[in-house]
């Protein structure tokens, strides 16, 4: 619930953006874009992994896996 809530937020404050912009044609979609899969990805992270602090399991499994990854 709380992720669709901020993907509805941050689409107002996009299109607030937008509307408001006096020069529309110079926003910098790829550096919007950039953040916006950015504030996704911040959004959809702790529902996925469960990172309380009586239960670090989650976090520790998660950590691990990005070890092995960068070796």
Do not use: E, K, P, T
């Given at each position: 619930m709380y992720f669709a809530i901020n993907v509805l937020g941050v689409a107002v404050f996009l299109a607030i953006g937008v509307l408001f912009s006096k020069k529309r044609k110079e926003i910098q979609w790829?550096?919007?874009?950039?953040?916006?899969?950015?504030?996704?990805f911040l959004a959809w992270f702790p529902d996925v992994v469960s990172c309380r602090p009586r239960d670090?399991?989650?976090?520790?499994?998660?950590?691990?896996?990005?070890?092995?990854?960068?070796?």
């Open positions: 790829r550096s919007v874009g950039a953040l916006l899969i950015l504030n996704v670090h399991r989650g976090c520790s499994r998660w950590f691990q896996l990005a070890d092995q990854c960068s070796v």
